[in-house]
């Protein structure tokens, strides 16, 4: 039997990731304990499982060097690259937005824009040619975002915003929802069809675990 | 010495003896095949103008074209496919009494930046057009060359993937999509993006029957006998007729006994504009992509003057030699000493 592997997203996607597998029973542990392998196996039920640097993910999938991977739909939706995206994991949630100087807000429809900073450029470029309909300068920066618009360098951003502290600490505002976000399971598309079979049992495990959870805090609420 | 004159450009090989034989092995492999079932090889020219691919109909999106121009000023193209040329040739060189017609093709094609190359930007496609016939009959005759010439090839796991796209066509129909929207939707369903396509259909007034039948669209996927899961549906005579046409061909290939490489996916829906009914891809392990696309195309040489339905696949050599190449010890040699 072939290995499956499983390609996840370092960082704050990580822990959750584990967890959805070891609530559907597989046995992740060996990669909680911090350590400097890059490749843990499973040899019961021949799963491989991986970290990788978020953006990279997506390149893993793609190429069928991962059966299947766990990401933001913020790289997905930067990296365009072609597999299947089959389910919201509902965690890691935020948005893409476009953010700018509080005085711009409500203004967008008069406001010409020339520069925008983002870390998000294949996004960016998506959104201003589709939605705004408007030829813009997009410059790409690696982080903190939320600086270009305070020193001058452009007059907006695209950026995620969670709690959106962030932006008000620092005199911005949301001007526009760009997309909603949160961890979701891609499929390479040769390995839904060769590895239907695993693939479905960890699909529909995630399924049943999150429509549970759900209802859990459904119950939750109506409690209060 | 120029800066240069070391290096080759990005995106195209050196194929020294080893692997150049191992490819040229395979080449004649499909060649005997097809001459043996009667189909005629062909060539096309290397160089087209541009004009022959700038059509809705032959859909190739000019940044993927390498272009440069003749001695008029006139747009030239390194040829990025051989469907469309022969579609050319079948317009406007053919005469009635040359249909039905059975043609074969294999050589190199040019474009930037292919991702089903691996990142080749020059490939070899290998690949079959029959012309003339528009049935279940040929369909199916056409998916059956690819499994053969496939395992001719020595490849030992592969699997490909039948689907329909005037189904597709015939639901947005139902549910009084716009282009827009049936693009959208088409989108969605291509990369079974089941939470986006939620998110559409629930935005849509439509019939709850077709709201049904287009969430399950992806995840028809699987064994013909999926098809079953439609019967008591209401569709519309396309979607209706779709079916009938897949029906068909899943049990010519099963008379064939060829039911173990066939698997059905009525959620693979890409270049609407160009396949006109069955379309099929081939995949196997070690590569992320499909080894091998192809499917009916009946609008294609109508567009060069002459109405003619056609169906063909193109099988990309190089990534069929790499899929090989993760399998040791595969038949490749013996069945060349067998001949």
Known sequence: MRYLTVALAKGRLAELSLDLFSGIGYDVEEMRIGSRKLIFFDELRKIKYFLAKPADVPTYVDYGAADIGIVGRDTILEEGRYFYEVLDLGFGNCRMVLAGPEEYAGKMDSVAISRVATKYPGIAREYFHRKRRESVEIIPLSGSVELAPLVGLSEVIVDIVESGRTLKENGLVVLDVIADISARLIVNRVSMKMENERITEIVEGFKGMLKSKSQAECGKSDNQ | ?339
């Open chain 2, 1 to 339: 010495m120029g800066k240069w004159s070391i290096y080759i450009p990005d995106g195209v090989q050196d194929l020294l003896p080893e692997q150049c034989g191992n490819k040229r092995k395979i080449e004649s492999i499909i060649r005997n095949h097809l001459t043996a079932e009667n189909y005629l090889e062909i060539e096309t020219p290397t160089i087209e103008f541009y004009d022959v691919y700038d059509s809705e109909a032959a859909f190739m999106p000019q940044e993927t074209m390498y272009k440069f121009f003749d001695k008029e000023g006139r747009i030239l193209v390194l040829r990025p496919d051989f469907t469309v040329p022969v579609a050319r040739i079948t317009a406007t060189r053919f005469r009635e009494s040359d249909f039905p017609c059975r043609l074969f093709y294999i050589g190199n094609t040019f474009r930037y930046d292919e991702m089903g190359g691996g990142k080749m930007n020059e490939f070899t496609q290998a690949g079959v057009e029959f012309l003339g016939e528009k049935n279940a009959k040929a369909d199916a005759e056409v998916v059956a060359q690819a499994i053969y010439c496939l395992k001719k090839a020595g490849l030992p796991e592969f699997q490909i993937d039948i689907g329909q796209v005037e189904f597709f066509k015939g639901i947005m129909e139902e549910a009084g999509f716009s282009q827009t929207d049936a693009e959208e939707a088409r989108a969605l369903i291509d990369r079974k993006n089941y939470p986006g396509l939620e998110e559409l259909v629930s935005k849509h007034d439509m019939d709850e029957n077709i709201r049904c039948i287009m969430l399950d669209i992806p995840k028809l996927f699987g064994s013909v006998s999926m098809l079953e899961k439609l019967s008591d549906k209401k569709l519309n005579k396309k979607s209706l007729s779709a079916i009938s046409n897949l029906k068909k061909i899943f049990e010519i290939l099963s008379d064939n006994g060829l039911s173990q490489y066939v698997s059905l996916d009525l959620g693979m829906v890409s270049s609407l504009n160009y396949y006109t009914g069955m379309i099929f891809k081939g995949f196997t392990h070690g590569i992320g992509y499909p080894v091998l696309s192809g499917g009916r195309y009946d609008r294609l040489v109508g567009s060069f003057g002459k109405d003619c339905p056609a169906t063909g696949f193109s099988i990309g050599v190089n990534m069929l030699l790499t899929a090989l190449e993760k399998y040791p010890g595969s038949d490749t040699v013996t069945e060349m000493e067998a001949k």
